[in-house]
C-alpha cells in the first residue's frame, strides 16, 4: 500500500487548508485512516483517526472543533480539512491506514498503523 499525501503549505493564522491522501489501493471498508503531525523538535503526534466504516472519529484534542477528517472511497482518498489555522499547527502532516477488523476501531497510535505517506509541510504564519 503506497500512500501519496498533497495539500500542504503556507497559510496565514486564521486561514484553512485540506490535506488530501490518496492510496494506491482501494482503501474502501477494509482500512482505517489517519493523520498524524510533527513540529520541529517534537515527536509524531496523532490528529485525527477514522474507522473503516466511515461511522467513528477521534480527534486530538488540540484540533477538535477545527479539524476534519473525511474519506471518499470511491477515490481511496482521506482528506483533512484544517479551519481556523495556528502557528501551533506548524508541522509536517502523515496520512496512515492500516486494515482492521473492527468496523468501529480508530487507531490512534502510531505503532498501529502499518502505511504511512511521506508527509507534507503545512506552515501557519502568525
Known amino acids: 500500500v503506497q500512500l501519496q499525501a498533497s495539500g500542504g503549505g503556507l497559510v496565514q493564522a486564521g486561514g484553512s487548508l485540506r490535506l488530501s491522501c490518496a492510496a494506491s489501493?482501494?482503501?474502501?471498508?477494509?482500512?482505517?485512516l489517519g493523520w498524524f503531525r510533527q513540529a520541529p523538535g517534537k515527536e509524531r503526534e496523532f490528529v485525527a483517526g477514522?474507522?473503516?466504516?466511515?461511522?467513528?472519529?477521534e480527534y486530538a484534542d488540540s484540533v477538535k472543533g477545527r479539524f476534519t477528517i473525511s474519506r471518499d472511497n470511491a477515490k481511496n482518498t482521506v482528506y483533512l480539512q484544517m479551519n481556523s489555522l495556528n502557528p501551533e499547527d506548524t508541522a509536517v502532516y502523515y496520512c496512515?491506514?492500516?486494515?482492521?477488523?473492527?468496523?468501529?476501531?480508530?487507531?490512534?497510535?502510531?505503532?498501529?498503523?502499518?502505511?504511512w505517506g511521506q508527509g507534507t509541510q503545512v506552515t501557519v504564519s502568525s
Open positions: 496512515a491506514a492500516v486494515w482492521t477488523s473492527g468496523r468501529t476501531v480508530v487507531p490512534t497510535r502510531q505503532h498501529e498503523y502499518a502505511y
Open positions: 489501493i482501494r482503501t474502501g471498508s477494509y482500512y482505517a
Open positions: 477514522m474507522s473503516r466504516s466511515g461511522g467513528s472519529t
